[in-house]
């Protein structure tokens, strides 16, 4: 089984800043993609940021430049940077991890942590 712990959701001011952090563990061989998708109120979820095995990365048009995604492979986890945070930004976000175990490659989310951004 494999388990995502979150952290780093809350309350900001429009032009703030928060760091989210999600770290994989569990019987992992290996990571594929690993990311941050979110969900507003009445919306559909939205991939924001991944990034896959070899290094790339992929971000929404909506937080390019203002979001960064970094990782630490040796601890299977990934840092989103969010910077210049905007009331759009409101959402929970949710890690997300394809990753090859016993039973092959599988698809793994967190429980999501909130993001409020309002003054």
């Known amino acids: 089984q494999v388990q995502l712990a979150e952290s780093g959701g809350g309350l900001v001011q429009p032009g703030g800043s928060l760091r989210l952090s999600c770290a994989a563990s569990?019987?992992?061989?290996?990571?594929?993609?690993m990311g941050w998708y979110r969900q507003a109120p009445g919306k559909e979820r939205e991939r924001v940021a991944v990034i896959f095995s070899a290094g790339s990365t992929n971000y929404a048009d909506s937080v390019k430049g203002r979001f960064t995604l970094s990782r630490d492979t040796a601890k299977k986890t990934v840092y989103l940077q969010m910077n210049s945070l905007k009331p759009e930004d409101t959402a929970v976000y949710y890690c997300?991890?394809?990753?090859?175990?016993?039973?092959?490659?599988?698809?793994?989310w967190g429980q999501g942590t909130q993001v409020t951004v309002s003054s």
């Open positions: 569990g019987s992992i061989s290996s990571i594929s993609v």
């Open positions: 997300n991890v394809v990753a090859m175990v016993v039973s092959g490659l599988r698809n793994y």
